[in-house]
């Protein structure tokens, strides 16, 4: 199983970003999470969608700013997006996505995906 994030940059205060996460190896009904961490900070989800039905999660703070997407269309091969429009130095971490078979309720919760990849900075200036 392999997942790479790209999009990651320096962005302005209000721009936008859309960060991508290819992975392969693993079926469709995996959930797929985006989490960020900022220096000093524990790992903190953003958003997800739920393998066993699509459903999706937000955090408070991506509510509104935020739109996570998949296309499963390939079994093998899972394509994860989450556009993030009106980014705000707060926003600055790096993103991490992550895959586990685990339901909606769950899908929150880092501890409690399988496959991580190695992130992509976001950094927002004021």
């Known amino acids: 199983v392999q997942l790479v994030e790209s999009g990651g940059d320096l962005v302005q205060a209000g721009g936008s970003l859309k960060l991508s996460c290819a992975i392969t190896?693993?079926?469709?009904?995996?959930?797929i999470g985006w989490f960020r961490q900022a220096p000093g900070k524990e790992r903190e989800g953003v958003a997800c969608v739920s393998g066993s039905d699509g459903r999706t999660w937000y955090a408070d703070s991506a509510k509104g700013r935020f739109t996570i997407s998949s296309d499963n269309s390939k079994s093998w091969n899972i394509s994860v997006n989450m556009q993030m429009d009106n980014l705000n130095p707060e926003d600055t971490a790096l993103y991490y996505c992550?895959?586990?078979?685990?339901?909606?309720?769950?899908?929150?919760?880092?501890?409690?995906?399988?496959?991580w990849g190695q992130g992509t900075q976001v950094t927002v200036s004021s």
């Open positions: 992550a895959a586990g078979l685990l339901g909606y309720a769950d899908c929150r919760i880092p501890t409690e995906y399988d496959y």
């Open positions: 190896g693993i079926h469709f009904d995996y959930s």
